[in-house]
């Protein structure tokens, strides 16, 4: 039987709909600029780590996604919000022990892993959650 919820959408679901849209627009020309172009986007990057790299690219697919889910307030948006968090935590983890054992890399890596990570840990709390309809 279908749960009765009551997922009130507040003004703000857009702005963070669209904002998770366009971070996921810029995460995607911002990594494929550094993966499939040879060009200055590449030699700007430096040190990259490629396993974080491809990681951010293929995410901009799901933030885009999310980010539509969002504008919808539909629930599944939060699931997905939840996975997006945890990935990057996992993620960022893993690149913390690149660094710890001597890889190289670049600092805005690690700025943008934490900016990323931000960012999501405030959606995944912004995101909705349902109510009985009978409270």
Wanted: aromatic share 18%.
């Amino acid at each position: 039987m279908a749960e009765n919820v009551n997922l009130s959408k507040p003004r703000s679901a857009v702005f963070v709909g669209l904002f998770a849209i366009l971070f996921g627009a810029l995460t995607l020309y911002s990594g494929g600029a550094v993966l499939f172009f040879d060009g200055q986007a590449r030699v700007d990057a430096g040190d990259y780590v490629p396993f974080v790299l491809w990681f951010n690219f293929f995410s901009g697919f799901a933030y885009i996604v999310a980010g539509v889910g969002l504008y919808m307030w539909d629930n599944w948006a939060t699931k997905l919000a939840e996975i997006i968090l945890a990935t990057t935590l996992l993620v960022f983890a893993a690149f913390a022990i690149h660094i710890l054992i001597g890889g190289d890399y670049e600092i805005r890596t690690l700025a943008a892993m934490m900016l990323r990570s931000s960012v999501w840990l405030a959606i995944v709390i912004f995101c909705p959650r349902p109510t009985s309809a009978f409270s």
